[in-house]
């Protein structure tokens, strides 16, 4: 099955998404967060920097279990305001 490509909004979404995990991570690492979360280093990485910009949910909730922020935070806050 092939993915169609992501609209520039879902990019932006990615890239909302990606600074309010790398700013409720604060100082703990990368490694720390991303192995009590199940997942690597690199794709907490590439979630942080927008690079994944559409991770799952399971993806998603077991990050915000782990950073101990709610999803409906995430939802708001990742949603860019429109221009």
Same mark, same amino acid.
């Given at each position: 099955?092939?993915?169609? #490509?992501?609209?520039?909004?879902? &990019?932006?979404?990615?890239? &909302?998404?990606?600074?309010?995990?790398?700013?409720?991570?604060?100082?703990?690492?990368?490694?720390?967060?991303?192995?009590?979360?199940?997942?690597?280093?690199?794709?907490?990485?590439?979630?942080?920097?927008?690079?994944?910009?559409? #991770?799952?949910?399971?993806?998603?909730?077991?990050?915000?279990?782990?950073?101990?922020?709610?999803?409906? &935070?995430?939802?708001?806050?990742?949603?860019?305001? #429109?221009?």
């Amino acid at each position: 099955m092939v993915r169609p #490509p992501l609209t520039p909004e879902e &990019h932006l979404r990615g890239e &909302h998404l990606g600074r309010l995990l790398r700013q409720a991570r604060g100082e703990r690492s990368i490694v720390e967060v991303a192995a009590a979360a199940g997942m690597s280093a690199e794709t907490l990485r590439k979630i942080e920097t927008g690079r994944i910009a559409t #991770p799952a949910f399971f993806t998603i909730a077991a990050l915000a279990d782990v950073l101990g922020i709610s999803l409906d &935070h995430l939802a708001v806050r990742s949603t860019p305001a #429109p221009t």
